[in-house]
């Protein structure tokens, strides 16, 4: 075997290698993206709202959960909780009299979990 012959084998194997680690990761489970949006102007006092836009990986999640705490009542917790279907991602809402009262999201952490066990996390720098 020349050489060249030998460098393009090295080259197949370690991409053979890299793509095994790849599939390997994906199915940890991890969340990949929390993003935030706000509807403050231009919209009614009754329409204001936060949506925080939350996308994982991985199998077996059997719990999304989405904690937070607002600017006006910083000593309290709240949660919203999705239990997940064949979708990887949804949508956790803060509107309404809980918005208006509670005000902006001011740290947030979105964890999954399988039945009681923790399985990834990922937070606000401020939580």
Known sequence: MNTCHRWILSCALALAAGCAGIGQQSSQPRITEVSRKTYLKFYPTADQREEFYTV???????????????????????????????????????????????????????????HQKLLAEQKSALW
Do not use: C, M
């Open 56 to 114: 994982w990986t991985g199998l077996n999640i059997t719990l999304v959960k989405f904690e937070y705490r607002q600017v006006n009542v910083p000593n309290e917790l709240y949660a919203k909780s999705y239990v997940p279907t064949a979708r990887r991602s949804t949508v956790f809402t803060v509107a309404g009299d809980e918005f208006q009262k509670g005000g902006r999201v001011s740290a947030w952490r979105a964890t999954l979990w399988h």
